[in-house]
Structure formats: structure tokens, C-alpha cells
């Protein structure tokens, strides 16, 4: 069973930066796919970045501005999100999907870009 605890939302003016943090619990290192999504109000859940094959996968819409990384010995992912726009406004979500092909989700942190 594995646990995902998102932290690091909040409020940020257009062109500033978050990092958010999701912290694993259970076994977590034979993974076949973890990330981070995000659901904005009326809009499906969308793919943000992603650990997966051993490469990693982002967004257009973020790419150059937003980077996955992590800690294995604290297990914990993260994501920093710079130059942030009104458009990413959404809750993010911290995804894993294990060896055996079961998915698990955190349950949220809302980030809003605004003025």
C-alpha cells in the first residue's frame, strides 16, 4: 500500500514560483510511473510531469518552466514551478502507479496564480 501526501500550495502572483512536495509512504521504489497532474476548475485532469521508463515527461504548456525531481532516501517528489502563469492555477495532484500496475493519488494542494 502506498500513502502520497502533497504539500507546498498555496497563493503566487503571476511570474512567481512554488515547489511542492509529496511525500510517499509504503514501498514505493519499483515504480513504473510517478508524477504530477493537475485538474483545473471545469477541465479534465491533465499530466503535468512524470518519472517514467527512466526518463521523464512534461507538459508543453510547462516545459522550461516547471521541474520533477526527487529524493529516494526521503522518498519524496517534488515539483518547482517557476515563472508561474494564471493558467496553472489548478489542484495538483501527486500520482504513482506501481510495478503492479496500481494507481495511487494524493489528495491534492491547490495552487492559484493570481494578482
Known amino acids: 500500500q502506498v500513502t502520497l501526501v502533497e504539500s507546498g500550495g498555496g497563493l503566487v502572483q503571476p511570474g512567481g514560483s512554488l515547489r511542492l512536495s509529496c511525500a510517499a509512504s509504503?514501498?514505493?521504489?519499483?515504480?513504473?510511473?510517478m508524477g504530477w497532474y493537475r485538474q483545473a476548475p471545469g477541465k479534465e485532469r491533465e499530466l503535468v510531469a512524470r518519472?517514467?521508463?527512466?526518463?521523464?515527461e512534461y507538459a508543453d504548456s510547462v516545459k522550461g518552466r516547471f521541474f520533477i525531481f526527487r529524493d529516494n532516501a526521503k522518498k519524496t517528489l517534488y515539483l518547482q514551478m517557476n515563472s508561474l502563469k494564471p493558467e496553472d492555477t489548478a489542484v495538483y495532484y501527486c500520482?504513482?502507479?506501481?510495478?503492479?500496475?496500481?494507481?495511487?493519488w494524493g489528495q491534492g494542494t491547490q495552487v492559484t496564480v493570481s494578482s
Open positions: 500520482h504513482l502507479e506501481n510495478y503492479y500496475r496500481i494507481n495511487f
Open positions: 509504503g514501498s514505493i521504489f519499483d515504480f513504473n510511473a
Open positions: 518519472f517514467i521508463s527512466r526518463t521523464t
